[in-house]
């Protein structure tokens, strides 16, 4: 029987398979790091293929642009950010405390994730209007995610009720962000240690009088969330 008949006389052969998952991470990582280093306008697709050691005709089997290496670069860290997030949101514990857990999963995933977050920092506005937008939907979560958090706070007299809860929050998470641009591995502070930090700030700045007081004062509320992490 030929490889044309039998079923019928359909051509037989290795099923087609897309690009290896692995090889694709690394030729998004040696991007990331190309990008990082010289910005996504001075990166070449060129660039990226030597970076890994292949012809830039070869790219394309990936991509289509170089766009689509910022996208995915962007996109995948804004996506397992907000999974990261959601186990402060599902937490059961004061606002005070959600808010320290909220702050300590961005620092030590944005260290983790330096690269790629510092990336998405600088970079986001060369995405296309429609990857913007769905990208920025994603930031909108996160940040009504701190929101919440703190309209939980104002609720039980933790947090100040004077402040604007969603400005309070578009503030807090551009502090956050703000790491990005000085943060360096190996330094004095591991990413834990300066959770505590941006924690011990961030929280006396928002809190009540009533929660400050309740605290004993103002310094031993700024000592009081140190070390709180999601599922602490």
Known sequence: MSA?????????????RGPDPDRVQEIVDA??????????????????ADSVGILKGS????VR??????YRIIK??????????????????????????????????????LVAYTIQVREFDRLSPDRREEIRQGGENYVEALQ??????????????????????????GSLNSMTRWYQPGGSLAPEQLADVY???????????????GAGGLE????AFRGIAPGS
Not at 7 to 15: D, K
Not at 101 to 113: D, E, G, R, V
Not at 199 to 209: H, K, N, P
């Open 148 to 173: 919440r958090i703190l309209e939980d706070g104002q609720g039980t007299g933790d947090v100040d009720a004077s402040l604007d809860p969603r400005l309070t929050a578009v503030v807090i998470t």
């Open 59 to 62: 790219l394309y089997h990936y």
């Open 31 to 48: 991007a990331a790091e190309i990008i990082l280093t010289k910005g996504y306008s001075a990166t070449s697709i060129q660039d990226i």
């Open 199 to 213: 924690a011990s700030f961030i929280i006396s700045s928002v809190a009540s009088s009533e929660a400050a007081d």
């Open 76 to 113: 995948d860290v804004y996506d397992e950010a907000l999974t990261d997030i959601a186990r402060v949101t599902d937490m059961e514990a004061p606002p005070l405390e959600r808010l320290a857990a909220f702050i300590h999963a961005h620092i030590t995933f944005a260290a983790k994730h």
């Open 220 to 223: 031993k509320l700024r000592v």
């Open 65 to 70: 642009t170089k766009e689509d290496f910022l």
């Open 4 to 16: 044309k008949e039998g079923t019928g006389g359909g051509r037989r052969g290795r099923p087609r």
